[in-house]
């Protein structure tokens, strides 16, 4: 792999210890996915925190800590400041800091995620703690290089935005931060992003559920590594409605790219879409054969049904105990219209209901009034952390969800027959009434 001048000071040290041991993962990473070279990264989203799995690493020292677990090493490496030019956001994070007694965490749990933020934030990492970087100010323009830990958001960023990035997970990412640089291959290349199969879109989806049942369905019949193109008459998704189906698309098919025909800017066309006949960066993608895939009602009311539990017919006399919203967070046009359906309404007395958003749109949601409203129906606005992370309340039997990312990451002690998924408006009425209602 061709390194240059600066990459190979790095390399060698001259940076520091942490650049040094970052480096040396993203070029065996390069050399592992055949890149000939590496780019330079402009957005890092960052998995930042006291997360449990941190607990393997057996310290509470963060430099000690952050070597093992982020820059794959036993040398104690002190992390200092992430890369010049890289801008920094945290992901979802462990804890909601506004209000940390709602997250479970004992105290010093607690205090120790405080301060492994605050070494984040004194290497220049903003604590954005949210899983939609890109509606809060995470913005890589067409053709930046970004690392991101959050599969929704990779595939939101490169599809809509045609901003370039892997899902590269953790370590990979936070090793492109501290280092600047991560390796030119995959979503990074040109050549590498155009479209490999076609999906007919026949079923008309108009709610946010229906889309969030599409993408289910279809993430389990796309050929693995494959980037779709999406073609037919349906009525245009906002960004709101893609960030769900983009969720639930990359939850179950691992997919980090797809174009919208006339939607997408690398898809103005179905013939750009699939680049036919095109020269990329002086290759040749000829004219292809393009395989085509359609999904019908029945084989997404199948998917939608294998996420629910098979005892729903008799739930009205068995209680619901924890509703969770907000997979991913909810924008604040969301917030609004929970707050006007739980407006004068009141949540069931034993079934705890947690909404989940970033800090920015909760702000937006008091100045409109908004989470007050939520907030005396008995519901807790949450920020920075996701229940996947945060777990769930004591006690917890029988769960519901509006999210089939959310569906799809219960802890499997909990059975099928205790789990029920369906639209928000299903959830809502399920915290009212505190049994499961479709």
């Known amino acids: 792999m061709k390194l240059t001048d600066n990459d190979k000071k790095i390399l060698n040290g001259d940076n520091g210890l942490a650049p040094q041991k970052a480096m040396e993962l993203i070029v065996r990473y390069g050399e592992i996915v055949g890149a000939e070279s590496l780019c330079s990264v402009t957005w890092a989203d960052l998995f930042c925190g006291c997360h449990s799995y941190l607990g393997v690493a057996n310290s509470i020292d963060f430099d000690e800590v952050f070597s093992k677990m982020a820059l794959c090493t036993n040398e104690k490496a002190t992390l200092e400041k992430m890369a010049n030019g890289c801008i920094c956001y945290s992901g979802v994070e462990p804890d909601c800091t506004e209000i940390p007694e709602k997250m479970f965490m004992s105290d010093d749990k607690k205090a120790l995620n405080l301060s492994f933020l605050s070494r984040f934030v004194d290497a220049n990492v903003i604590l954005s703690g949210n899983c939609i970087p890109y509606l809060t100010g995470f913005v890589p323009i067409m053709g930046d290089h970004f690392v991101s830990c959050e599969s929704s958001a990779v595939l939101f960023m490169n599809s809509m935005w045609g901003a370039m990035g892997n899902g590269d997970g953790i370590e990979a990412s936070f090793c492109a931060a501290v280092c600047g640089r991560t390796p030119l291959a995959g979503m990074h290349l040109k050549e590498k992003r155009i479209g490999t199969i076609e999906v007919r879109i026949t079923?008309?989806?108009?709610?946010?559920?229906?889309?969030?049942?599409?993408?289910?369905?279809?993430g389990r019949k796309l050929p693995p590594h494959s980037i779709p193109v999406f073609t037919g008459n349906y009525e245009k998704p906002n960004s709101i409605i893609l960030k769900t189906f983009f969720a639930s698309l990359a939850c179950s098919s691992g997919t980090e790219m797809c174009h919208i025909v006339g939607i997408t800017p690398e898809a103005p066309s179905y013939e750009e879409a699939f680049k036919k006949s095109k020269l990329i960066d002086g290759k040749c993608c000829g004219n292809r054969k393009v395989d085509s895939i359609t999904l019908s009602i029945e084989e997404i009311e199948k998917a939608k049904l294998s996420l629910t539990s098979k005892d729903s017919s008799s739930c009205r006399t068995k209680h619901i105990d924890y509703i969770t919203i907000g997979c991913p967070h909810l924008h604040i046009e969301e917030l609004r219209e929970v707050a006007r359906f739980?407006?004068?309404?009141?949540?069931?007395?034993?079934?705890?209901?947690?909404?989940?958003?970033?800090?920015?749109?909760k702000y937006?949601?008091?100045?409109?009034?908004?989470?007050?409203?939520?907030?005396?129906?008995?519901?807790?606005?949450?920020?920075?952390?996701c229940p996947s992370n945060r777990g769930y309340p004591n006690g917890t039997k029988k769960v519901a969800f509006d999210s089939s990312k959310q569906r799809q990451d219960a802890p499997i002690n909990l059975g099928n027959d205790n789990i029920f998924f369906g639209s928000r408006q299903s959830c809502l009425e399920s915290a009212i009434k505190g049994y499961w209602v479709e």
């Open 342 to 361: 739980l407006d004068g309404k009141k949540i069931h007395s034993g079934t705890h209901v947690d909404i989940w958003t970033t800090g920015p749109m």
């Open 203 to 218: 079923t008309n989806p108009k709610t946010l559920h229906d889309w969030d049942n599409l993408g289910y369905a279809l």
């Open 364 to 385: 937006m949601a008091e100045r409109c009034g908004y989470a007050k409203v939520i907030e005396n129906a008995g519901a807790n606005i949450l920020t920075g952390g």
